[in-house]
């Protein structure tokens, strides 16, 4: 069964400091991984993408990173601001294409204090 | 920029009585969903479509059903309400022929049943 988890659940974290957020998945056979941000009332918004030939990628202060051969996943967030304070999703698409086929966690609530 | 239109943020509703979620998207997009997203849970799929008047069961559709007679709406019945369908509910679209485009989604309808 296609699964994937992500660590840690909550985190809180003061202003200006990063953050690392993980996932893991156990999703075959495997196309592409995507971060989500949500905030709080919001549906979902796309942050970035990874496919399978991609190590890291950046999105601002964003920086996701890719390691097919582990099939983990991180999302770090430098010098965070309040407007991070948000959950942050991670799915995992398999190569079948299907819509059925996308494999969501269920996210890291991450809060960022003043 | 794409935007999905959820009809209602709130909706409270008693058990038994039938409910319909509308969803409408205005970029043309083929595919769109029915999710529903509980704490600890993750989002999880009810179906989805992949054009019009087609529909395809997602992992948890008992006690829904799914209308798609214009490309641009989406609708999600529950045709009698129970206490355990009280969730957030999700709607989201896709381009098909670019399946590593992301989902799109509304901004969700809180469903309490009571």
């Known amino acids: 069964k296609n699964q994937v988890e992500q660590s840690p659940q909550s985190l809180i974290i003061l202003e200006g400091k990063n953050c690392t957020l993980q996932?893991?998945?156990?999703?075959?056979?495997?196309?592409?991984l995507r971060w989500y941000k949500q905030d709080t009332g919001r549906g979902p918004v796309s942050l970035t993408i990874m496919t399978f030939s991609e190590n890291t990628k950046s999105n601002g202060r964003y920086t996701a990173t890719l390691d097919a051969d582990t099939k983990q996943s991180s999302l770090h967030i430098t010098a965070s601001q309040l407007s991070d304070s948000a959950s942050y999703i991670c799915v995992v698409s398999s190569s079948s294409g299907s819509a059925r086929q996308l494999t969501f966690g269920s996210g890291t609530q991450l809060t960022v204090l003043p | 920029d794409v935007k999905v239109t959820q009809s209602s943020r709130y909706l409270v509703k008693r058990t038994g009585e039938k409910v319909f979620l509308e969803c409408v998207q205005d970029m043309d997009h083929e595919n769109m969903f029915w999710y529903r997203q509980d704490p600890g849970l993750g989002l999880r799929l009810i179906y989805f479509s992949y054009d019009v008047k087609m529909k395809e069961k997602g992992d948890i559709p008992e006690g829904y059903s799914v209308s798609r007679e214009k490309k641009e709406r989406f609708s999600l019945i529950l045709e009698s309400a129970s206490t355990n369908q009280t969730s957030m509910y999700l709607c989201a679209s896709r381009q098909q022929e670019f399946l590593n485009s992301p989902l799109h989604f509304g901004n969700g309808t809180r469903l309490t049943v009571t």
């Open positions: 996932c893991n998945y156990t999703v075959s056979p495997f196309s592409n």
